[in-house]
C-alpha cells in the first residue's frame, strides 16, 4: 500500500521509539532538525506568502520544538520576512541554544514578553511539541491566552502548545492553531474530538520515516490506522463475480421501527439499501408495512405483532429462524418497550448490529457478559450518550481512542464510536479512525443511515472470501462522512437531512470509486 505511513497514528512513546530508532541508525539530531523545521518553513511559506505577510511573530520553547522554530525563523527571515521572537526565560537544549545563537547572530532580537508579537501578521508556534505530561508554567499559559485572543493566524509546530498528545486534553493553557504541521506521523491528538478547536487545519509533514524503523517498533499492521480513500475503495465487495445472484450478495435482516418512529425503519432501509445488499428483509410493527413498502418496494417488508405503544411486541422468528439471514440488525426507532425482541436477537446464531433503542435496551443487562456469551460477532454503534450507559466503567470517555478499544476489549465486540472522529476498534487490538466528517451530519436520521449501511456491508463481507465486519463498518463510516461531505458542499451544513444524506450515498461512491479507476 503506497500510502501506509499516512494512514498510522501513534501514541507520542510510539513515536519517541521510532525516533529512537533513526538517531540509533546514525541519523544526526542536528540532522533530522534542520530537515523536518525547513520542509515546515516551505509549507508555512506556501500557506502565508511573503508577499501577503511580511512579519512572523515566533514563540520558541526550550526543546526541541522550540529548536524547529528557530530554523523556521532563519528561514523566513532569509527569505525576506521580518521576524520577531518570544523566547520565555527557559534554559535551552543545547542544539536549541545552539540555534538560538545563530538567529540572535542574524539581527533578530529575543524578547522575554510576549506583547511585542502583537503587531505581527502571523505566529509560528515552538513553545512544547509532542510529549508533553504536564500542565504548562502560569506565565506561558498567559502568553498564550493573549495570542490565542488577538486573531492572527497561527501556525503550530508538530500539536498546538499546551495539548496532550494521545488524548488532546489542554494541559493548563493550549495554542489555538490555524494550521497545524504534524511532523513525521499522525499523533493520535488529531483524532480526539476535543482537540479539533485547536489544531486548525492539519497537514502531515513527511520528513522521510523509512518503514524498518516504524515497524521496529509497530506490529503490523500497525494497532491504530486512519482510513483513507484507497483502502476504503479496496474494502467495498467490488467487482462482483460476473455469475451470482441475490442471495449471494447477502440477506440482510433489519429491525426497526414503531408507530412512534417510522422514520428510523425508512432511513436504516435506506442505508442498507445504497449498500448494495443482495436481499434485504424490513420486519417493522403490522401497522407500518404499507409504509415501508411504498418507499421500498425492492424489499421483503415483515409485518410483526405490535404491542399497544405501537411497538415490535414478537418476531414471526425462532431464534434459529434467523440464521437464515447473514446479519441481522437491531434497533433504530424501536423504542424501549420491545425488550424480548432485542432479546432473542441476542439469542441468535448470527452476526447482529445493535444502535439506538438496541444499545439502551441491552445498557439494562450486563453489557459484557451478554456479548461474551455470543457465538456470532457483534457490532455496537452508540454515539457518546448510548456509549456511556453501556460502559459506565469506563470513565475517561473523553479519551474517545482508549476509551472505544477498551469496550472492545471488554464485550469482545466491534464499538463504533460516532463523533467528529468517529473510531472503530475491534478485540484484537486494531482501531480504524475517520480522518474527515462535516458538522452537516449533525442531524437526526443520519446515525440510522449509518447503521444500515454499516449491516449493508457487514453482511457482504460475509459472503467474500476473506471478508471481515471490521473493514467492513469502517468502510460504510468512511463512506457516509464522505456523502455527508459532498451534500454539505453542494448545499450548505443546514441542508443535509437525513433522507438528503441517503440521496448523496450511492452517487458519492460511484464518482469516489471512477475517479480511482
Known amino acids: 500500500m503506497n500510502n501506509i505511513v499516512e494512514t498510522i497514528v501513534v501514541s507520542a512513546e510510539q513515536m519517541q521509539q521510532i525516533e529512537s530508532q533513526i538517531l540509533a541508525a546514525g541519523m544526526p539530531v542536528a540532522a533530522l532538525m534542520e530537515k523536518a523545521a525547513r520542509l515546515c518553513s516551505e509549507r508555512i511559506k506556501s500557506l502565508y506568502p511573503q508577499s501577503k505577510n511580511t512579519s512572523v511573530g515566533i514563540l ?80 506561558i499559559a498567559k502568553a498564550i491566552e493573549l495570542v490565542n485572543g488577538w486573531s492572527t493566524p497561527i501556525v503550530s509546530i508538530d500539536l498546538p502548545s499546551g495539548m496532550h498528545t494521545d488524548t488532546g486534553a489542554v494541559m493548563g493553557a493550549a495554542i489555538k492553531a490555524t494550521h497545524t504541521l504534524c511532523l513525521g506521523l499522525w499523533k493520535r491528538a488529531f483524532f480526539q474530538d476535543r482537540a479539533l478547536e485547536y489544531l486548525g487545519q492539519s497537514v502531515r509533514i513527511d520528513f ?52 412512534r418512529y417510522a422514520g428510523g425503519a425508512i432511513l436504516t432501509a435506506l442505508g442498507a439499501r445504497a449498500s448494495g445488499v443482495g436481499m434485504l428483509s424490513v420486519a417493522v410493527p403490522e401497522s407500518l408495512k404499507t409504509l415501508l413498502t411504498s418507499h421500498l418496494p425492492e424489499a421483503l417488508i415483515v409485518g410483526c405483532p405490535e404491542n399497544k405503544e405501537g411497538a415490535i411486541a414478537s418476531l414471526p422468528f425462532s431464534s434459529a429462524d434467523l440464521s437464515q439471514f447473514d446479519l441481522v440488525a437491531c434497533g433504530p426507532g424501536l423504542t424501549t418497550d420491545a425488550q424480548s425482541v432485542v432479546t432473542k436477537v441476542l439469542q441468535s446464531e448470527c452476526p447482529l448490529v445493535l444502535d439506538a433503542d438496541g444499545l439502551n435496551i441491552l445498557s439494562e443487562h450486563n453489557v459484557a457478559e451478554v456479548l461474551n456469551d455470543r457465538a456470532n460477532p457483534t457490532i455496537l454503534t452508540p454515539h457518546l450518550g448510548e456509549f456511556k450507559r453501556l460502559f459506565p466503567e469506563i470513565t475517561e470517555i473523553e479519551d474517545r481512542l482508549n476509551a472505544v478499544q477498551t469496550a472492545a476489549a471488554k464485550s469482545s465486540a ?67 462522512a464522505q456523502a455527508g461531505i459532498k451534500a454539505a458542499q453542494d448545499h450548505t451544513e443546514l441542508g443535509v437531512d437525513a433522507t438528503t444524506l441517503a440521496q448523496y450515498l450511492t452517487p458519492t461512491i460511484n464518482e469516489l470509486f471512477k475517479s480511482a479507476n
Open 60 to 139: 520558541v520553547g526550550p526543546g526541541h520544538n522550540g529548536g524547529d522554530a528557530l530554523v523556521v525563523a532563519r528561514e523566513l527571515y532569509l527569505a525576506g520576512y521580518e521576524i520577531k521572537i518570544y523566547r520565555p526565560l527557559f534554559k535551552l537544549k543545547q542544539l536549541t541554544a545552539q540555534h538560538a545563537n545563530y538567529v540572535a547572530s542574524l539581527g533578530i532580537t529575543f524578547d522575554e514578553a510576549i506583547q511585542p508579537l502583537r503587531e505581527c501578521q502571523l505566529i509560528v508556534d515552538g513553545l512544547f511539541g509532542f510529549g508533553l505530561t504536564r500542565d504548562i508554567p502560569d506565565n
Open 208 to 259: 522521510g520515516l523509512l518503514r524498518h524503523h516504524i515497524w521496529s517498533v509497530l506490529p503490523q499492521p500497525a494497532p491504530v490506522r486512519q482510513i483513507t480513500k484507497e483502502i476504503a475503495l479496496n474494502f467495498l465487495p467490488l467487482p462482483r463475480p460476473a455469475v451470482t445472484y441475490k442471495y449471494r450478495q447477502g440477506h440482510l435482516l433489519l429491525i426497526c421501527g414503531s408507530r
Open 414 to 480: 466491534i464499538v463504533l464510536l460516532k463523533g467528529a472522529k468517529t473510531a472503530i476498534a475491534n478485540n484484537q487490538g486494531l482501531t480504524w479512525l475517520i480522518s474527515e466528517s462535516t458538522p452537516a451530519l449533525a442531524r437526526g436520521g443520519s446515525g440510522d443511515i449509518l447503521t444500515g449501511l454499516a449491516a449493508g456491508l457487514a453482511t457482504q463481507s460475509t459472503k467474500t472470501e476473506n471478508g471481515s465486519l471490521f473493514d467492513a463498518v469502517a468502510t460504510a463510516a468512511w463512506w457516509h
